[in-house]
Antibody, heavy 117, light 108 residues
Framework: QVQLMQSGAEVKQPGASVKVSCKASGYTFTSNYMYWVRQAPGQGLEWMGIINPSGGSTSYAQKFQDRVTMTRDTSTSTLYMELSSLRSEDTAVYYC??????????WGQGTLVTVSS | EIVLTQSPGTLSLSPGERATLSCRASQSVSSSYLAWYQQTPGQAPRLLIYGASSRATGIPDRFSGSGSGTDFTLTISRLAPEDFAVYYCQQYGSSPYTFGQGTKLEIK
């Protein structure tokens, strides 16, 4: 069965960077585009960007263009999302999600990133 | 960027009633690339509808989607207790694949 297992919660200071991982299993890793989506406490879903695990190409939402980097390691079927210059507004649950020709059919369990001094 | 506006913000209904949720796009969503998700507290969202009207695997037939262009609707024909949750629409026709702000469906 498809599983997306994310790394654990992080607490970071303002200005720092965070790198969240997402290990995929149960399907061919390079067959599906993958997204990163975040959700601030009590708020809605925010699409951050997309990565093609096959070739590594990416496309980011303009809001995050200067601060986010999405990468993958095909040898371990793992995705990474790094967000830099963190501020308090970046406190959120970060999800990796598998695209099924567009919509998301599987989600990771989420990683809470807290930005606080 | 396509902005999706969902209405109402909160919908208060009783089990057994019919729910109608709206999602309006700031510009036409190409090829009806519109999805609906359900999210319960502490859980990741679950895909309900894709392509505006196709139910995802395992989704009960009381959930239905309709619409095209800029206006889309999610209908739940007879509300079950487990249907009270937050619902999001998402367009995946053009990047960024934006979400609506959500509709909270609460028990009246």
């Amino acid at each position: 069965q498809v599983q997306l297992m994310q790394s654990g919660a992080e607490v970071k200071q303002p200005g720092a960077s965070v790198k969240v991982s997402c290990k995929a299993s149960g399907y061919t890793f390079t067959s599906n585009y993958m997204y990163w989506v975040r959700q601030a406490p009590g708020q809605g879903l925010e699409w951050m960007g997309i990565i093609n695990p096959s070739g590594g190409s990416t496309s980011y939402a303009q809001k995050f263009q200067d601060r986010v980097t999405m990468t993958r390691d095909t040898s371990t079927s793992t995705l990474y999302m790094e967000l830099s210059s963190l501020r308090s507004e970046d406190t959120a649950v970060y999800y990796c999600a598998r695209g099924a020709g567009g919509p998301v059919d599987y989600w990771g369990q989420g990683t809470l990133v807290t930005v606080s001094s | 960027e396509i902005v999706l506006t969902q209405s109402p913000g909160t919908l208060s209904l009783s089990p057994g009633e019919r729910a109608t949720l709206s999602c309006r796009a700031s510009q036409s969503v190409s090829s009806s690339y519109l999805a609906w998700y359900q999210q319960t507290p502490g859980q990741a969202p679950r895909l309900l509808i894709y392509g505006a009207s196709s139910r995802a695997t395992g989704i009960p037939d009381r959930f239905s989607g309709s619409g095209s262009g800029t206006d889309f609707t999610l209908t739940i024909s007879r509300l079950a207790p487990e249907d009270f949750a937050v619902y999001y629409c998402q367009q995946y026709g053009s990047s960024p694949y934006t979400f609506g702000q959500g509709t909270k469906l609460e028990i009246k």
